[in-house]
């Protein structure tokens, strides 16, 4: 299954674990299906249809929001579970960090999530997620683009749950991420503008992508070993 040639010639570890940020709609799923393609490795991709909360929270975001983010942290636990067991070679669609610092923030510095939930909410996932014992990935690549781009994304796509969203929630959670971004430390970054690849008319584009992932792979492996 490994694409060991496209691994071995920009020498990227087969163990490797490249995970994609970025808001709603900026293409991380579909960059994700295309590196792991050209690498051989396994996805581990965001389930959007089975969600059983997804629907109901569109639909009334105060009644859901603790829902939702309970399961999207139970989700991304599972699949965090899975990448170590099968000893990494992942493209991962979206970080275990976004849920918390965009999602169950945003929620509550909007009233939308009260303090009790999000209390409760944040003591789980820092008893899950801050400890010594939970891999970060190699690198976080974030995508970036402009607001109108990503929303034109978003309209294309057409899930009828986000054509309904006011546009001030998609602007507003477009401003945090870059916020976001500029203070993420847990793990390597790129940023990637959805500009500088096109999966679709350009595919060799996804070389430029698999260049900087080894560049910046190579320079923090360099780091440790001195
Ligand atoms: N490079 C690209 N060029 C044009 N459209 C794209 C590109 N990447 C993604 N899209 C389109 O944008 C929409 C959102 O992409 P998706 O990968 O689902 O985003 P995300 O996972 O970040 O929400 C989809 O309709 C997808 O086909
Ligand atoms: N943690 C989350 N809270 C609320 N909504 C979330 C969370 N994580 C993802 N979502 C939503 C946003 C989209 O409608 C779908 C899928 O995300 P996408 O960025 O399109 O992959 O889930």
Redesign the pocket.
Known sequence: MLNHSLCEKYGIPRDAVITIG??????????TMALAESLGFRTSL?KVDSNPYLDKFYADFEKWSFHLQVYFLAERFKEQKRIFEYGGGFVQ??SIYEDTGIFAKMLFDQGKMSQTDYATYTSLFEAMVMTPYFPHPDVLIY?EGTFDDVLT??K??GRPMEQNTDIAYWKEMYGRYEEWINNFTACPVIRLN?NE?????DKESIHHVLEKIAQRIGQVRQTVRV
């Open positions: 970025g808001t709603v709609g900026v293409g991380k799923s579909t960059i965001e669609d979206r995508l994304r978003i294309e796509r959805i690849y096109d999966v679709f008319k």
